[in-house]
């Protein structure tokens, strides 16, 4: 393929594609560079294998560490398991993508997006979504696109199409929007309780963006003499279809129409029926085609079970407005919430049911150690403080299967939850713990992600987190059928797996703290995701409504078993101190205290410990050892050792000075010990403190009046 070079150039920013330059084995590649970013993005296809019916789409976004000019750690000195920011990637390449195949198609297709150099100004996710949609065009792969991402930012009063790291840090909202020619295909926000709609003109201001870029993919398309492939779908015999519909279909209506049943019944109904036909096709001859047919596919059962199933159950809420549980399209499930579910071992706990959905999350407060270090995230420096963690075990929707690592669901719900929260979060000068959430999906029949956020705010404020205010969450579905379109509030399962949408939003009585919609069909308008952002806000508030009246706020003290933490801030050029050689000091004073002591750069201390006269002993410790001394400064002190000219004493913790046998008294002493024995509380004055740092100290001249402020200070230090 020849070479292309091609700037794109809008808003004030420059995106420029290289083409045919690398990978020339892949079935399509580009290089697309804004600023020092530059992302290598491909698209390959391998023919279909046997079995498979679904498509088997595989995204891969990777980041070499040489691209920020950096080289890995560790024994290897090579990259090695890859950081969630990257998985979080590939599902936000994924997500837009997927739903522009033809749902026929069944060819094994990988895209895989290496970020070959990164500046610290443009972040390379949207550049390598818009990649994606370049590369599986060039390579001649079935697509309804073109596709392209933005990101939108709110700096001030102004929105800004791919703002820089700095710009996205200082703003509002971070915001990605992508789209197809046929309207928006996905969002994905986190915002500072922004209103509907600032975030409906923040999509709409994205989108207009998307428009040019998919304009310059098509101009791409057509200078390289290639055209946009829309294949046609392999004609199928309907035969086993038709036999399987003419005994389904009636039966199939009559159970999606029978309100009462819960899940659990309404699949065992659904199940008995496909069980009837499967046993009425095995009864046939073995030569009957229907038979055939059915042994030759072994999925065309289910495959087609389902699609009656999506059929009818579409209908229903397109021309009756009702749902398969018999709620209105407005309507959230029956709401529960508990708080304090387990023992205070567990520092928070929240339980949140909605229908048959149940997340349990628990709070967990940690010391700034225990603070997760990002450097392996190619972000130098940089720590989070709050981590919110899901899990999804096979039992909450009653299978058996191993229980694996984490994988690429679990992983961008737990992101989305966090997200949801963390605009709510005291600060660090506020609230210094470092926060942990874990939310167990114990039942789920749709919107889990939006049910941990729910279980996670009353799990923070079960905790003591003074949260600035609680935030509920609610999934919006959609069924559209040629120009009819029903927005669906509080989406189950099915309506999930069988819909056209999932489109989650997070948020205050104030406003969205997050938001993610994913599409199956080509795109949507941006009335319609209005109406669902706008029809979110009602659910929200009600779901809030059902949680504060379980706990109106944040508990006014953290658990007894929660670490208490003491904040001080010391010279930064005392910190060397404190730590002494090989860290020897600090080392010494947690053995002898029990408290964990973290310093940070700028001199501040944080020191914890379950029993708090645990952290305030080493707290004065160490304000004792950095304490600026001052000639005629009084304290109470406890002789420690004698030695023929005097005795020193431990006036502050950590601080020794000596008193000379000439200052114990006003009159001539014969022998230290006639005065003071080790262990004797004195009070004394610093005399004077000589070059070499050696501290003199005086029993003679102190005012009553000093002597009783020393000794009511030692009292409250104590």
Do not use: W
């Given at each position: 393929m020849a070479e292309v070079d091609k700037s794109i150039s809008f808003d004030g920013r420059d995106i420029r594609l290289k083409v045919g330059l690398l990978a020339p084995q892949a079935g399509g590649s580009v290089l697309i560079q804004s600023g020092d970013t530059a992302v290598l993005v491909t698209a390959t296809r391998s023919q279909a294998r046997e079995g498979i019916d679904f498509l088997p789409l595989t995204v891969d976004y990777e980041e070499r560490l040489y691209a920020a000019g950096r080289i890995p750690g560790g024994i290897m000195r090579r990259e090695g398991r890859p950081p969630e920011k990257t998985i979080l990637t590939s599902r936000l390449i994924d997500r837009p993508l997927r739903p522009l195949f033809p749902s026929w198609l069944r060819d094994d297709l990988q895209i895989i997006a290496l970020t070959l150099s990164m500046d610290e100004l443009v972040p390379p996710d949207v550049l390598a979504v818009t990649g994606a949609s370049i590369a599986t065009l060039i390579a001649q792969i079935p697509f309804n696109g073109p596709m392209a991402a933005v990101r939108v930012g709110l700096v001030g009063d102004d929105f800004i199409i791919n703002p820089t790291y700095a710009e996205i840090e200082a703003g509002d909202l971070d915001l990605v929007v992508a789209g197809s020619p046929h309207g928006v295909i996905m969002v994905e926000a986190g915002a500072n309780q922004l209103p509907e709609r600032d975030i409906i003109e923040a999509i709409d201001f994205g989108y207009e963006a998307v428009r040019d870029l998919i304009k310059a993919q098509q101009d791409l398309?057509?200078?390289?003499?290639?055209?946009?492939?829309?294949?046609?779908?392999?004609?199928?015999?309907?035969?086993?279809?038709?036999y399987i519909s003419d005994r389904a279909s009636s039966e199939i209506k009559k159970i999606l129409s029978q309100f009462e049943f819960t899940k659990p019944e309404r699949d065992a109904a659904l199940d008995v029926v496909k069980d009837t036909i499967a046993t009425a096709i095995t009864d046939?001859?073995?030569?009957?085609?229907?038979?055939?047919?059915?042994?030759?596919?072994?999925?065309?059962?289910?495959?087609?079970?389902?699609?009656?199933?999506?059929?009818?159950?579409?209908?229903?809420?397109?021309?009756?407005?009702?749902?398969?549980?018999?709620?209105?399209?407005?309507?959230?499930?029956?709401?529960?919430?508990?708080?304090?579910?387990?023992?205070?071992?567990?520092?928070?706990?929240?339980?949140?049911?909605?229908?048959?959905?149940?997340?349990?999350?628990?709070?967990?407060?940690?010391?700034?150690g225990d603070a997760q270090n990002l450097n392996d995230d190619m972000q130098l420096d940089q720590q989070k403080r709050y981590l919110h963690h899901y899990n999804f075990p096979p039992f909450s929707v009653g299978e058996t299967k191993p229980m694996r690592a984490p994988g690429r669901r679990e992983i961008g719900h737990g992101a989305l939850a966090e997200r949801s929260l963390l605009p709510v979060l005291p600060s660090k000068e506020q609230f210094p713990y470092v926060i942990r959430i874990v939310s167990e999906v114990l039942s789920s029949n749709g919107s889990t992600s939006m049910g941990s956020?729910?279980?996670?705010?009353?799990?923070?404020?079960?905790?003591?987190?003074?949260?600035?205010?609680?935030?509920?969450?609610?999934?919006?579905?959609?069924?559209?059928?040629?120009?009819?379109?029903?927005?669906?509030?509080?989406?189950?399962?099915?309506?999930?797996?069988?819909?056209?949408?999932?489109?989650?939003?997070?948020?205050?009585?104030?406003?969205?703290?997050?938001?993610?919609?994913?599409?199956?069909?080509?795109?949507?308008?941006?009335?319609?995701?209005?109406?669902?952002?706008?029809?979110?806000?009602?659910?929200?508030?009600?779901?809030?409504?059902?949680?504060?009246?379980?706990?109106?706020?944040?508990?006014?003290?953290?658990?007894?078993?929660?670490?208490?933490?003491?904040?001080?801030k010391i010279d930064s050029d005392m910190i060397g101190l404190v730590i002494g050689p090989g860290g020897k000091t600090i080392k010494g004073i947690t053995e002898?205290?029990?408290?964990?002591?973290?310093?940070?750069?700028?001199?501040?201390?944080?020191?914890?410990?379950?029993?708090?006269?645990?952290?305030?002993?080493?707290?004065?410790?160490?304000?004792?050892?950095?304490?600026?001394?001052?000639?005629?400064?009084?304290?109470?002190?406890?002789?420690?050792?004698?030695?023929?000219?005097?005795?020193?004493?431990?006036?502050?913790?950590?601080k020794e000075g000596m008193i000379h046998i000439s200052q114990l008294a006003d009159y001539r002493v014969g022998k230290v010990e006639d005065e003071v024995a080790v262990g004797d509380e004195v009070i004394v004055k610093v005399r004077e403190i000589d070059n070499k740092g050696r501290i003199n100290l005086t029993r003679l001249g102190i005012h009553p009046d000093q002597a009783a402020a020393a000794r009511e200070a030692a009292a409250v230090n104590r």
């Open positions: 398309v057509a200078e390289l003499g290639l055209v946009i492939v829309q294949e046609a779908p392999p004609e199928v015999d309907q035969t086993l279809e038709n046939l001859p073995e030569e009957d085609p229907i038979r055939v047919a059915a042994t030759a596919n072994s999925k065309a059962l289910g495959n087609t079970f389902k699609d009656i199933t999506k059929k009818f159950m579409r209908r229903q809420i397109i021309e009756d407005n009702v749902r398969v549980d018999g709620r209105k399209l407005d309507e959230v499930r029956p709401v529960s919430c508990l708080v304090g579910v387990l023992p205070k071992r567990v520092h928070g706990s929240g339980l949140f049911n909605r229908g048959l959905t149940q997340v349990l999350s628990t709070c967990t407060l940690g010391t700034p956020v729910c279980g996670s705010t009353l799990a923070l404020m079960d905790a003591g987190v003074p949260i600035l205010k609680p935030v509920s969450g609610a999934a919006m579905g959609l069924i559209k059928e040629g120009d009819e379109v029903r927005v669906l509030t509080d989406i189950q399962g099915i309506e999930d797996f069988l819909g056209d949408m999932d489109f989650k939003v997070a948020g205050t009585d104030a406003g969205i703290t997050a938001l993610q919609m994913d599409m199956k069909i080509s795109g949507l308008s941006l009335d319609v995701i209005s109406q669902a952002v706008h029809q979110a806000k009602s659910a929200r508030l009600h779901i809030l409504e059902k949680m504060l009246g379980c706990i109106d706020g944040p508990r006014t003290e953290t658990s007894p078993y929660a670490p208490r933490l003491l904040t001080i002898e205290t029990g408290a964990k002591i973290d310093i940070e750069d700028d001199g501040t201390v944080t020191i914890s410990a379950v029993d708090e006269s645990k952290a305030k002993r080493a707290r004065n410790i160490i304000q004792g050892m950095t304490r600026k001394l001052h000639e005629g400064d009084v304290y109470v002190g406890r002789v420690t050792r004698i030695i023929p000219i005097g005795a020193f004493v431990e006036f502050l913790p950590g």
